[in-house]
T-cell receptor, first 114, second 111 residues
């Protein structure tokens, strides 16, 4: 079974530029999560999708961040414009719907904003 | 609010047991998790425990839960160099799969 796929793995951009991250969850997993992991910290949830609906986006900075999950499968997370403080690892995870199911994480996209 | 705390660093000798500790604040957490992260990789779920359990054992891993003290521990028996990684404790929050992670404990295994 293929795991969660993310691309790109690494991205370097200048501040004020836009950037997008892509995630393909495990087949059959209806729940998809985007996490932000700063250096030396644990992941923090940005947004959670149940199928194509964003059911928890309370931690997503909506002035510059946006996300979509068209057709309830792949998802894209966008930052526009990027700021220096956005340098971090962006992790995508997926799980079957319901409480207590394990979340499976992708390898992440390491973003560096210069 | 919810918070998960872990010690930042642990060093052990190869073959010894490692014990990584974690405290959490949300008494309503239904599941508590241990994840492992190797350099440049995502998080790998090691094990989890339901809040009505005191202990769970899975091969070399033993999880102990003290719900009264909100304390969770992960014991790794016969620690190997391949166990060197960062270990994250996480609690489920809010009755669904919102995970709150600690900052991680870096485990270093030396010969």
């Amino acid at each position: 079974e293929a795991g969660v796929v993310q691309s790109p793995r690494y991205k370097i951009i200048e501040k004020k530029q836009p950037v997008a991250f892509w995630c393909n969850p495990i087949s059959g997993h209806n729940t998809l999560y985007w996490y932000l992991q700063n250096l030396g910290q644990g992941p923090e949830l940005l947004i959670r999708y149940e199928n194509e609906e964003a059911v928890d986006d309370s931690q997503l900075p909506k002035d510059r961040f946006s996300a979509e999950r068209l057709k309830g499968v792949d998802s894209t997370l966008k930052i526009q414009p990027a700021e220096l403080g956005d340098s971090a690892v962006y992790l995508c995870a997926s799980s079957p719907t319901g409480e207590g199911y394990e979340q499976y994480f992708g390898p992440g996209t390491r973003l560096t904003v210069t | 609010g919810e918070d998960v705390e872990q010690s930042l660093f642990l060093s052990v000798r190869e073959g010894d047991s490692s014990v990584i500790n974690c405290t959490y604040t949300d008494s309503s957490s239904t599941y508590l998790y241990w994840y492992k992260q190797e350099p440049g990789a995502g998080l790998q779920l090691l094990t989890y425990i339901f809040s009505n359990m005191d202990m769970k054992q899975d091969q070399r891993l033993t999880v102990l839960l003290n719900k009264k003290d909100k304390h969770l521990s992960l014991r790794i028996a016969d620690t190997q160099t391949g166990d060197s990684a960062i270990y994250f404790c996480a609690e489920s929050f809010g009755g669904y799969n919102k995970l709150i992670f600690g900052a991680g404990t870096r485990l270093a295994v030396h010969p």
